[in-house]
């Protein structure tokens, strides 16, 4: 289950060679050419890392790099700035946007994909695990291992039980899951968010940790969910 990139470049030649070098590396991507359609690629499909590219055919990629780090739902997502601007000020200012990173064009594809490893592993940890209790994810492989056991998952609840797991105590709405698991602006119907719970529950519970996802009730209709590590635990 590979990682998702988003490109937001509108030179189709630097575009496509980083699309195809990325996609050799094993990432999926997706490519935008302007900032409107970034942030609709960004409402059906959080990527985990993004390259913005500092002129844009309808904006600044300085401000759309500001955006996404100033919204709760994607501030969490690295960004590396793609700028044929060198001088020492326009990297500080593409710092100050919010930027993980700063690359100046012409870069080398190798030199590019390294830095993209590190700001993932800045992002999502310094180590290529995440753990949580009998639950581990193997960042580099996309590969899920419970009791050590390597396990199957959808790609969805597998971005559903990461995200949980790295915000593990906190709770969230439907509404806020399906914001930062589906992407804000989805379609979907809160009641989605149920079945891919029920999905990891089942799956917890074949190997008897079922109650690790806990979900609380609020006021009126509305449900919170959390991922716990409850104080008996199931062996």
Request: hydrophobic share 40%; glycine share 6%.
């Amino acid at each position: 289950m590979s990682q998702t990139i988003l490109i937001v470049e509108d030179e189709i030649a630097i575009s496509s060679m980083i699309k195809f070098s990325l996609s050799r590396a094993g990432y999926k991507v997706i490519d935008s050419k302007d900032c409107s359609n970034a942030l609709l690629a960004m409402q059906s499909n959080l990527p985990d890392l993004i390259l913005i590219d500092w002129m844009l055919p309808d904006g600044s990629g300085l401000e759309l790099a500001r955006q996404i780090k100033n919204d709760d739902v994607t501030k969490h997502i690295g960004v590396i700035m793609l700028t044929a601007k060198a001088e020492e000020k326009d990297k500080v200012l593409g710092l100050e946007s919010g930027a993980d990173d700063y690359i100046t064009k012409p870069f080398s594809q190798k030199e590019l994909i390294a830095r993209i490893k590190a700001v993932l592993r800045r992002t999502y940890g310094e180590s290529d695990e995440l753990v949580f209790g009998d639950i581990k994810f193997d960042l580099d492989s996309h590969q899920v291992f419970i009791k050590n056991k390597k396990v199957h998952i959808g790609r969805r609840e597998y971005r559903l039980l990461r995200f949980l797991m790295q915000n593990n105590g906190k709770v969230y709405s439907r509404a806020q899951l399906l914001d930062h698991v589906w992407g804000q602006g989805n379609f979907f119907q809160e009641r989605t968010v149920d079945v891919h719970i029920r999905r990891l529950r089942s799956l917890l519970e074949n190997h008897k940790l079922g109650n690790l996802i806990q979900t609380v009730r609020g006021t009126g209709s509305v449900s919170y969910t959390h991922l716990t590590l409850p104080t008996n635990r199931e062996v």
